[in-house]
């Protein structure tokens, strides 16, 4: 089509809009209120996500010695451990500073180990943490084969639980967003189809006098495509920018949250709202399409 | 320019509007067709434009096979034929001008174009000074003349007119009649569907009758009803 027609299409879905505002209003509002929630959730389960590895690949795997074992041979299998690839760091902990350890964390309660006099009752121990999440469990095994050990220990519980949770966040999240998606879908559609009912004798004139099927239908595609449009940059300008300040705020406030900068992730998710907003006013064109056969 | 051989067009609720119509309308001819409601007169006008397909037989246009052409080609066969109805059917939203240079911007033709064609057909129906009413601010026939200008600005080599005058007052039937005369002298063929008896024997073209979906008199040169002592 020539410059000029488009503008001639441009012009008429801008007529068609502004003839129902309201309905234009609010085909916009939803479409982007059901974008942001979706925004807001993908960017809750990425954040998650990260904290979550990070928790994980922190978790240290504990192996504790027998009573007998000589200092050496735990010194020597220190060693060893470190030589091992899935390692990040690995230390050795005597009796000594994990009772001080204890004490510790028990605080103002410190009194009730007084009671153990000068008797310790805890054991040496290598403290691992794995390069990768995944190789805790590894770990873990490999350790329980050294000689001298007697048991192992990891927070695999705490771990599955949070993955667990997460994988709820995510569902609801994603059914919420798909929902409000149908329903912003529906809002859109029906504005076109309220369009093509108001145009009725306007395409029958169309028609008449040899205007092809596709100057008759580009007015809908564009109102579609603004609809959802106008909506999506709303959703992801909103999604992006208070991402970004919410990011800047945490990073201040809570530097050990290990939140994943905005940098690709908020711009990649902006760009899959727009993208998905313009599918929301082109899917809203094609169910309305049939209408506009009959017309 | 029209050839319309052995149509029967049986319309999906089982009323069969055409039975076995053959009819030949050379380039340049005037022709009424006319004959009592119901005879399938609007039927055959809706099979020439492709507002219809035949159920049976074959409609030639101007070359084009109308009854099988392929839906993309139906807009070019438009091109070619305009249409008035006895509704004006003009855009109440728009005033004279922009209703006809519509019909030009739909088929994306210049904008100098389109000025010079709506300026040269209102001349034509004679609405030169009315380009800027609105189709409520107008008469009945001088919306029926804006309906005509906007048949003929994408220069058609036929004018399809079905009741154009139905809803027009005497006077301004006989100016809607003087100027498809005129049409039609400047080139155009010309199909009009009607009822008007004194038109059709004033005018004395060719006369189609129909009735019950068959065609049973064609004359040249004749008058509305059968004329006895000729
Ligand atoms: N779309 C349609 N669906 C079903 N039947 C139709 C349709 N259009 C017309 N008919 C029927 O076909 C027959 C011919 O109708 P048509 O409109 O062609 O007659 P006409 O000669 O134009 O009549 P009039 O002078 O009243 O305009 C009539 O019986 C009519 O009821
Ligand atoms: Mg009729």
């Known amino acids: 089509m020539r410059l000029r027609t488009w503008a001639f299409c441009l012009n008429e879905a801008n007529q068609n809009l502004l003839r129902n505002p309201v309905l234009a209003i609010a085909s916009v509002t939803t479409t982007a209120i059901s974008l942001l929630v979706l925004g807001v959730f993908l960017l809750l389960t990425v954040n998650v996500n990260a904290i979550a590895t990070s928790v994980e690949s922190q978790v240290a795997v504990r192996a504790f010695f027998a009573k007998n074992v000589p ?15 899935q390692v990040r760091t690995a230390t050795l902990v005597t009796k000594a500073q994990a009772l001080a350890e204890l004490k510790k964390e028990f605080g103002d309660q410190a009194k009730v180990l007084d009671s153990l006099g000068t008797a310790n009752p805890l054991e040496d121990s290598l403290s691992v943490t ?12 490999r350790l329980s084969h050294l000689d001298g050990v007697v048991h192992t220990t990891y927070q695999s519980a705490v771990v599955s639980r949070l993955f667990a949770l997460i994988n709820d966040i995510r569902v609801v999240g994603l059914a919420i967003g798909v929902l409000l998606l149908i329903g912003s879908l529906l809002v859109i559609t029906n504005a076109i189809r309220l369009g093509m009912a108001a145009r009725r004798r306007e395409i029958a004139i169309m028609r008449l006098v040899g205007a092809t099927e596709s100057l ?9 495509l603004i609809l959802g449009g106008i909506g999506a940059i709303v959703a992801s300008g909103l999604a992006y920018w208070s991402y970004v300040a919410a990011y800047h705020n945490a990073v201040r406030s809570l530097p050990f949250l290990p939140l994943v900068a905005p940098s690709p992730v908020a711009r990649d998710i902006a ?3 727009l993208v998905l907003g313009i599918l929301l006013g082109a899917v809203g064109f094609r169910i309305s399409v049939r209408r506009l056969a009959r017309v | 320019m029209i050839s319309v051989r052995r ?9 069969v509007a055409l039975q076995n119509v053959d009819l030949e309308i050379g380039k340049g001819e005037f022709v009424f067709l006319v004959g009592p409601s119901g005879a399938g007169k609007t039927t055959l006008l809706r099979l020439l434009f492709r507002e219809e397909v035949p159920t049976s037989g074959s409609v030639m246009v101007n070359g084009h096979d109308v009854g099988r052409m392929r839906p993309r080609q139906i807009p070019y066969l438009r091109r070619q034929i305009g249409v008035v109805f006895q509704d004006f059917r003009l855009l109440p939203q728009r005033n004279v001008h922009e209703n006809i240079a519509f019909a030009l911007r739909v088929i994306e033709a210049h904008p100098r174009e389109i000025k010079r064609r709506v300026s040269q057909v209102l001349e034509l129906v004679g609405l030169s000074d009315r380009g800027h009413a609105l189709p409520a601010q ?3 026939g001088e919306q029926q003349r804006v309906a005509l200008a906007r048949a003929m600005v994408g220069r058609p080599v036929m004018l399809l007119a079905d009741e154009p005058t139905g809803n027009l007052d005497p006077h301004n039937a006989e100016d809607m009649m003087r100027i498809m005369l005129e049409i039609n002298r400047l080139g155009t063929t010309v199909v009009m569907a009607t009822h008007a008896a004194h038109l059709v024997d004033r005018a004395r073209q060719r006369v189609v009758a129909m009735e019950g979906g068959m065609i049973h008199r064609d004359e040249l040169a004749a008058s509305y009803h059968v004329e006895v002592n000729r």
């Open chain 2, 7 to 15: 149509v029967t067009k049986e319309y999906p609720n089982g009323v």
């Open chain 1, 271 to 273: 760009l899959l709202l």
């Open chain 1, 216 to 224: 008759v239908h580009w007015p809908f595609i564009l109102e579609g």
């Open chain 2, 138 to 140: 107008l008469s009945g």
């Open chain 1, 71 to 85: 200092q050496s041979q735990e010194t020597a299998e220190l060693q060893t451990v470190r030589s091992w690839s």
């Open chain 1, 130 to 141: 794995a390069q990768k999440p995944q190789d805790v469990k590894v770990l873990a095994t």
